[in-house]
């Protein structure tokens, strides 16, 4: 189980490991202890898209010479 | 008048000075078409312009062929600007070139092909040095008019997708004579000032080829290869294509597609990442849902059942192997029994008690061993006849062999 690097994680990097976790969650032979790690790791990537998709302060300016 | 004979410097002297003032001949436009182009190795350039009956020839100094817009070619017909010039020691006369003018589709399609060759020929279009673009940028620079109709298009097709990236308008000439330095400029300034700019998209709405000209300049070529910052090229319409386009790291094909291409849907990537989230959910529920069923499987009533089926077919396996064994000893058994009463049979037939009820006794000689033979016998020899009810001591009296 990979350590979730929070702060230096990429958008793409969350949603490549949220779609990972969630697959995981799906193969039937996953012990117990693997689903439960899956899951938590899941929930901090969700959390991190979150947190990047929630920054809507778009800045639109015109460079003035 | 008659004029007293000058030498022929100061003639010639005269004539430049002639000319040289003339207001006319200082600043003067002239078309014609290009002939005996030649590239010296000094970096000026030395060419003849010509129409149906006359040339002149040309001649344009290496700093500032440096700023000619377009790649020139034998036969493309030039609008060339510059002044008369007179070359005294030669008596020789020549246009001095400070700007080249190119119109018509023709002729523009020669010095457009021209720089693809050339610049193709240096590798500037290879796909090796095409730098991806990000899939999730935070900032757009935008580097076109800013009263242009691709600035309007651009922003509101980003708006419309994206309310997270940071759009940085950098205004500039795109059409006109400085609009490719100003580009090109732009593009090196945004690299410096801007470091952090995730995408650069440069270009400008449909035009003319004389319009959109700036694209197909040599330096806004070099400044988007020399680009640290991943450039998207949108100039025109789809059917536009320019050297930018080449060069450029993504070509669009209007400045609407530019955008599109620059910046993911945020508002989709919302839905999905809830859509994982939920999956993340439901996935973990069923997961668990599928555990416990194989639990029930290992229910402690099912075991025992299980287990008690097993003993009995142990008990049912174990007693049969007892009665083989039994079965085996008692065949074994029966036949030692067997050969015991035949080894007794044997022995009873062979004992020699049995020879005596018939009369007959054993002799033993005096170490008390059987004879069976008179040889040895002496009279006086003491002997032991064996009977079955007991022995008699007897002396031998005489010995008479039979024959």
Redesign the interface.
């Known amino acids: 189980m990979e350590n979730i690097k929070k702060d230096t994680l990429?958008?793409?990097e969350a949603?490549a490991g949220?779609?990972k976790?969630?697959?995981a969650?799906?193969q039937?032979n996953?012990t117990?202890d693997d689903?439960m790690k899956s899951?938590e790791a899941?929930?901090e990537y969700?959390k991190k898209?979150?947190e990047?998709?929630g920054?809507?302060?778009?800045?639109?300016?015109?460079?003035t010479? | 008048m008659a004029m007293k004979p000058v030498k022929v410097s100061q003639l010639n002297s005269y004539i430049k000075r002639i000319l040289q003032t003339d207001p006319l001949l200082g600043n003067v436009s002239v078309i014609g078409e290009i002939s005996n182009l030649k590239f010296h190795s000094s970096g000026h350039v030395y060419f003849s312009l010509k129409d149906e009956s006359s040339k002149i020839n040309c001649f344009i100094p290496s700093d500032l062929f440096r700023s000619i817009r377009y790649e020139l070619a034998d036969g493309m017909e030039i609008t060339a600007t510059g002044y008369v010039y007179l070359y005294e020691k030669g008596g020789t006369y020549s246009l001095n070139v400070r700007n080249i003018e190119v119109e018509g589709l023709g002729n523009l399609s020669i010095a457009f092909e021209k720089l693809k060759e050339k610049l193709s020929k240096e590798g500037l279009f290879d796909e090796k040095y095409k730098k991806p673009i990000p899939t999730f940028p935070y900032k757009i620079a935008v580097i076109t008019s800013e009263t242009g109709a691709a600035v309007r298009d651009i922003v509101k097709i980003i708006k419309n997708r994206n309310d997270i990236v940071d759009i940085l308008i950098y205004p500039c000439l795109v059409q006109g004579s400085g609009a490719a330095e100003d580009i090109a400029k732009a593009i090196e300034q945004v690299n410096i000032l801007f470091p952090e700019t995730d995408v650069i998209i440069t270009g400008r709405g449909g035009g003319s080829m004389e319009e959109l000209w700036a694209f197909n300049e040599e330096i806004v070529a070099r400044s988007i290869f020399a680009s640290r910052i991943p450039v998207i090229s949108a100039v025109g319409h789809e059917i536009d294509f320019t050297i930018a386009d080449f060069v450029a790291d993504k070509r669009a094909e209007t400045p609407t597609a530019a955008a599109q291409l620059a910046v993911p849907n945020i508002f989709e990537y919302r839905e999905y990442v809830k859509t994982l989230n939920d999956n993340l959910h439901k996935n973990l529920e069923w997961l668990l849902k599928h555990k416990e069923q194989i639990l029930k499987g290992y229910d402690i009533q099912n075991f025992i059942s299980m287990f008690e089926n097993k003993t009995a077919l142990w008990e049912v396996k174990s007693e049969r192997l007892i009665n083989d064994i039994y079965s085996a000893a008692e065949a074994k058994t029966s036949e030692y029994e067997n050969n015991i009463n035949s080894f007794k049979k044997s022995l009873d037939e062979l004992n020699p008690m049995n020879i005596m009820e018939r009369g007959y006794g054993a002799v033993l000689d005096r170490d008390g061993k059987l004879t069976g033979s008179i040889s040895g016998f002496v009279p006086g020899d003491a002997l032991t006849v064996v009977l079955p009810d007991g022995r008699a001591c007897c002396e031998v009296k005489n010995v008479r062999r039979e024959i």
């Open positions: 990429t958008f793409e949603l949220l779609e976790s969630a697959e969650l799906r039937p996953t117990l689903a899951f899941g929930l969700y898209c979150q990047i998709l920054k809507a302060k778009q800045k639109i300016e015109v460079y010479r």
